[in-house]
Structure formats: C-alpha cells, structure tokens
C-alpha cells in the first residue's frame, strides 16, 4: 500500500522524541488518559463522515475505490498543508495545533521538556494514521492497527527490534493512543473505530492503564 506522508516525511523520530514519548506515557500515572490529555472520548462529537466513509453503524459493503481513496488521500494531505520534501513538521491548521498544545502541556506536565522533533514525530503519527484510515475506505479493524503498527517506520524507529516483551507492549500501547489523540483532532470522523481497534488490541494489563475513551 503506498503511503505518501510515511515516504516523503523523514523519519525525526530521534532517541529524543522516543524518549520523550515512552517516558511521558509509560509511568503507572501517566498511562493513556484521553480526558487528560487529549479529547478522544466516548462523548466526543464526530464531524458527518464523507459519502462512501464509514457510519457510527459499521462499515460500507463492498471493495474500497481505491482511486477515490488515492483522490481523497492526496486532498487531506493538501488541506493539512504539511510538507512533503522531508522537512521536520510544525502544526498549520487551529487542529493540529489545539492536538499539538495539548500534548505538549501534558508532556511537561510529566516533567520533560518539549521538542520541534516531538511536535514534528506527533504529527506525522497521526497524519499517517489518518492516510491508512482513507485507504482502507474508512475501514478501521483490529487488523487494521496491529498491521499499521507493524509496518509504519515511525513505531520501529521509536521502538527498535531490540525493545521487546512487556516493554514493546507499553511502548506501543503508549504511542497508540498518542497516534488515535492525533487522530481525533486530524480525522475526527474515523476516531471511534481506531478506539474500538485499540482497546481489542490493548486491553488493560498493567496498574495504571485503562481502555482508552473511558
């Protein structure tokens, strides 16, 4: 599957932006707290899905156009106005930097200190997650995550394959729910199924950790 904002986005998942991320998240009292840190809730509104995208119902019958996917794909990435050359990402649109404030006033909350290579590696987090939301036609599954997961160069820069057993699974449980609070503010209509995904994928299993949106 092409994704455009994993090719042309380099990859500023630095030591330090992984650091940060992990360490912000993965102490018992800073595990994933949506109503802390983000606005993905139950309660959340969702904007009205486009013609063709996913219903609060389920999922549309049939095989996704994926030349209307592509049409729709390259249309997001221009309304976000981020870069496609390479360079480092900084929040344009009121969304990305309600999403980007947010994270940052939780992230220093945590005592560590923010970053462009953080602000930058949130963003391309989420604009990712949003591109494999319309190519999948708004399709969003437990399959759907754990592939995402396993291919996308952002989640193995941050958590090479020397990171494993119970540490990978915070790591990645963490860095999932900062990728869905992305989500929620970039591509708002396709966060219910992320959370939906999530929480089958990453049940609570550790003191301190709760399903994501409750």
């Not at 949506?34 to 904007?47: D, G, L, R, W, Y």
């Not at 549309?60 to 496609?84: N, S």
Request: with cysteine; charged share 20%.
């Amino acid at each position: 599957m092409p994704i455009t904002i994993r090719r042309t986005i380099a990859l500023t998942s630095s030591v330090l932006a992984a650091g940060l991320m992990l360490s912000a998240c993965s102490a018992p009292d800073a595990a994933p707290d949506p109503k802390a840190s983000s606005k993905v809730t139950p309660e959340a509104p969702a904007k009205k899905p486009a013609p063709g995208a996913e219903t609060s119902e389920g999922f549309e019958d049939g095989p996704v156009d994926f030349e209307a996917a592509l049409a729709e794909r390259d249309q997001f990435i221009a309304d976000q106005g981020m870069p496609l050359d390479g360079t480092p990402l900084v929040a344009q649109t009121d969304a990305q930097k309600e999403f980007i404030g947010r994270e940052k006033a939780f992230v220093e909350s945590q005592g560590q200190t923010w970053s462009a290579e953080a602000e930058s590696t949130y963003l391309a987090l989420a604009m990712d997650a949003c591109e494999t939301s319309i190519l999948q036609g708004h399709r969003v599954t437990q399959d759907t995550l754990i592939v995402h997961v396993g291919s996308s160069p952002l989640f193995q820069a941050m958590l090479p394959a020397e990171v494993t057993g119970e540490e990978r699974r915070v790591g990645e449980r963490n860095t999932a729910a900062k990728m869905i609070t992305g989500v929620s503010y970039l591509c708002e209509a396709d966060t219910a199924h992320w959370v939906e995904a999530f929480n089958a994928v990453y049940p609570p299993s550790a003191p301190g950790e709760a399903p994501l949106g409750g």
